[in-house]
């Protein structure tokens, strides 16, 4: 059996790759590569015949797991819902440490993503929000506090 040998990254398939690309960009992260891929190996690996998509890499300045932005030109998306809470089956968010969490937020707010709840501390030592962003993705922001 296979042994995992590092985690590489995280994919999010989405309807606007520009409009969710800007928004990952604006909390800081760096478009490391954007391309098409299509063909035997993509029809293999997803199971669909026929199949074309467009992906965008972003990462953490620091470097480390990267997020893998998709959108399907062909065939077209599924809709997912843009409304699912934590209790939803599924990867429920993404979750970055922050420097401010509450600027941050407002940052966000102002770009008009709101909270989904709102701002908690957790034993003086992490203060945490979960903020929905484009197409219902959960971010989930943390800042060290203690």
Known sequence: MG??????HVGITVADLDLVTEFFVGLGLEVT???????????????IPDSRTEIVGLQAPGGGTWIELATFVRPDHQPGSPDAMATELGIRNVSFEVEDLPATVEKLAADGYGLVGGIGEYENTWRMAYVRGPEGIIVSLAERIG
């Open 3 to 8: 042994v995992i040998k590092r985690f590489d």
């Open 33 to 47: 590569g954007r391309m098409f891929v299509e063909g035997e190996f993509l029809d293999t690996v997803c199971g």
